[in-house]
């Protein structure tokens, strides 16, 4: 079983709609959930992280986590072209101290 | 622009040849990371040093040989490597390698292995 898993998409919204993208994860004692958007030929940029406390929110972003059901949401508000990339979705399982990342997401925001 | 900078950022190779790949953080964290990004897959942890010394070797083959010379500085040593290595290399940095530190990484290299 992988440890953190994305639906690679793509997913398509349209210019101020709400992106909404999923992460599941397996290790249920898992702390630290991190969200990265790496444009294409482009490094992972670091948008927010969470811990297992809370969400968050930030400006136009906002992480939420589900343990019961072991998921970590990322929503995107008024969603604009340049928010188009692939997320990827980072989790530090409880057994480790090493990350483990998902195959990512590819969002297209249409104009 | 990024606190951690790599080079070079493009690189092709024959499978006998050798080559280095150098990454360096202005950051001033103590934990760096060596990850391999393939189409269609997970970001591939490799290798982990934590204040200079090796903390993580993900049964990478030795084909692969980091460097760590100060918690700055970052090479990847690569000799008769595979096609199947042909992939996007990052490195990344934090703090320390502690559970809740995010990662701040570099452009990558984008090698190929002919």
């Known amino acids: 079983q992988k440890e953190v898993e994305q639906n690679s998409g793509p997913l398509s919204v349209p210019e101020g709609a709400i992106a909404s993208l999923n992460c599941t994860y397996s290790?249920?004692?898992?702390?630290?959930f991190f969200w990265y958007r790496q444009y294409s030929g482009k490094s992972p940029e670091l948008i927010m992280f969470?811990?297992?406390?809370g969400d968050k929110e930030d400006g136009r972003f906002t992480a939420q986590l589900n343990k019961a059901s072991q998921y970590v949401s990322l929503l995107i508000r008024d969603s604009q072209p340049s928010d188009s990339a692939t997320y990827l979705c980072?989790?530090?399982?409880?057994?480790?101290?090493?990350?483990?990342f998902g195959t990512g997401t590819s969002l297209t925001v249409i104009p | 622009e990024t606190g951690v900078t790599q080079t070079p950022r493009h690189l092709v190779m024959g499978m006998t040849n050798k080559k280095s790949l150098k990454c360096e953080q202005h950051l001033g964290h103590n934990a760096m990371y060596w990850y391999k990004q393939s189409a269609k897959k997970p970001l591939e942890l490799m290798f982990v040093?934590?204040?200079?010394?090796?903390?993580e070797n993900n049964s990478v083959p030795s084909r692969f040989s980091p460097e760590c010379p100060n918690s700055s500085h970052l090479f990847l040593h690569l000799h008769t490597l595979q096609p199947e290595d042909s992939a996007l290399y990052l490195c990344?940095?934090?703090?320390?390698?502690?559970?809740?530190?995010?990662?701040?990484f570099g452009d990558g290299t984008r090698l190929s292995i002919l």
């Open positions: 990344a940095s934090s703090l320390r390698q502690v559970v809740n530190q995010p990662q701040h």
């Open positions: 040093y934590n204040f200079k010394e090796q903390t």
């Open positions: 980072a989790v530090i399982p409880n057994t480790g101290n090493q990350f483990y």
């Open positions: 969470i811990y297992s406390n």
């Open positions: 290790d249920r004692g898992s702390q630290s």
